[in-house]
């Protein structure tokens, strides 16, 4: 009996990406429990900190908001609001500015027009269209032997790859922003400050993680939509 070519050996592919993104996962809870627990010198809760930091920089069009949830923190370019969760807004803990001052990093980089920022943003939509359609578009294409379906399908994965790898960029560079307005601001010692930048450095290796996941998944894709060839020339 022919197997169906989808739960073949580059299901391993999959685990592999899943593991990492597990384990980068695992880092960025860990700092941040860790470094939830360190209070900077200086006392002022995140929310306050980062309103400050952003004046500071020329940017007070910025709305400050409150989310459920942990590590849901996010800064959204299509309102200029920047949401702080509950245990990061009232925190004055280096963890909590860290996180904080790197949302603020990506309300610079909507200020400055930056680049990437905006290529991401105005991907979103095909991409949220893409990456749903592309695998029943390519499981189509592999059980009516179809080929054109199939590139569609790996085509409209390729669009959720690029967008894991244009959010590296962006997010490095928030957090590069977040570390220089803390030490420019004055608002944490050297101590506190390189604890900031493991929390963030951990948090950046997720995204790092899901790139690679994503890519590994495309490499798949295409693992087996040769392996269908090869079966077929037989
Ligand atoms: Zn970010």
Redesign the pocket.
């Known amino acids: 009996m022919r197997m169906y070519p989808i739960g073949d050996w580059t299901y391993l592919l999959v685990i592999i990406g899943l593991g990492i993104g597990m384990a980068a996962q695992y880092g960025v809870k860990r700092a941040y429990r860790e470094f939830s627990q360190v209070a900077t010198q200086q006392g002022m809760p995140a929310s306050a900190v980062v309103m400050d930091l952003l004046r500071q920089n020329g940017n007070s069009s910025v709305s400050l908001a409150r989310i459920g949830g942990e590590l849901t923190d996010n800064y959204n370019p299509q309102n200029n609001t920047l949401s702080l969760s509950d245990a990061v807004f009232h925190s004055n803990s280096v963890a909590a500015l860290a996180i904080a001052a790197?949302?603020a990093g990506?309300a610079m980089q909507h200020m400055e027009g930056y680049v990437p920022l905006q290529v991401r943003s105005f991907s979103v939509p095909a991409v949220q269209i893409g990456s749903q359609a592309a695998i029943p578009i390519f499981i189509a294409g592999l059980i009516f032997s179809f080929r054109p379906l199939v590139f569609v399908g790996i085509g409209l994965f390729a669009l959720s790859v690029f967008f894991a790898l244009i959010t590296l960029p962006v997010?490095f560079d928030?957090s590069r922003r977040g570390l220089r307005m803390l030490s420019d601001g004055g608002c944490l010692s050297e101590s506190e400050l390189s604890g900031a930048k493991k929390v963030l450095r951990s948090a950046a290796l997720t995204y790092v993680a899901s790139a690679l996941a994503s890519l590994l998944n495309l490499v798949r894709l295409i693992l087996i939509a040769q392996g269908g060839s090869r079966r077929r020339r037989r």
């Open positions: 790197h949302e990506h997010e928030a």
